[in-house]
């Protein structure tokens, strides 16, 4: 199983970016899907994260500009950011609880995609 992130980049203030993440391999189902980041000298905290049923929860920094969504036929996950602020630049990661294989038997695992870098400059 892998997860590849994409869609990071440098924006100014203000602009907005699309982060983008999709699942690959031998899954059964994923549960949950998210997105954390992680600042320098700052530890990973969560973004947002949304369920198979369409259940969202965002981080108090990023609600009412972030917004999060996943195409389960596709497995994956999306983080438009709008509003962007200097302190959102960190490297973002996502992530995905799923059960591995073909019969659904099984714990789910979590697994994490490569960082995709997001610089805000003021």
């Known amino acids: 199983v892998q997860l590849q992130a994409s869609g990071g980049g440098l924006v100014q203030a203000g602009g907005s970016l699309r982060l983008s993440c999709s699942a690959s391999?031998?899954?059964?189902?994923?549960?949950?899907m998210g997105w954390y980041r992680e600042a320098p000298g700052k530890q990973r905290e969560m973004v947002a994260s949304?369920?198979?049923?369409?259940?969202?929860n965002y981080g108090d920094p990023v609600k009412g500009r972030f917004t999060i969504s996943r195409d389960n036929a596709k497995n994956t996950v999306y983080l438009q950011m709008n509003s962007l602020e200097p302190e959102d630049t960190a490297a973002y990661y996502c992530?995905?609880?799923?059960?591995?294989?073909?019969?659904?038997?099984?714990?789910?695992?979590?697994?994490w995609g490569q960082g995709t870098q997001v610089t805000v400059s003021s």
């Open positions: 949304i369920t198979s049923g369409g259940s969202t």
């Open positions: 391999g031998s899954i059964f189902s994923i549960n949950v």
């Open positions: 992530n995905a609880d799923l059960i591995r294989g073909t019969t659904g038997r099984g714990p789910n695992w979590r697994y």
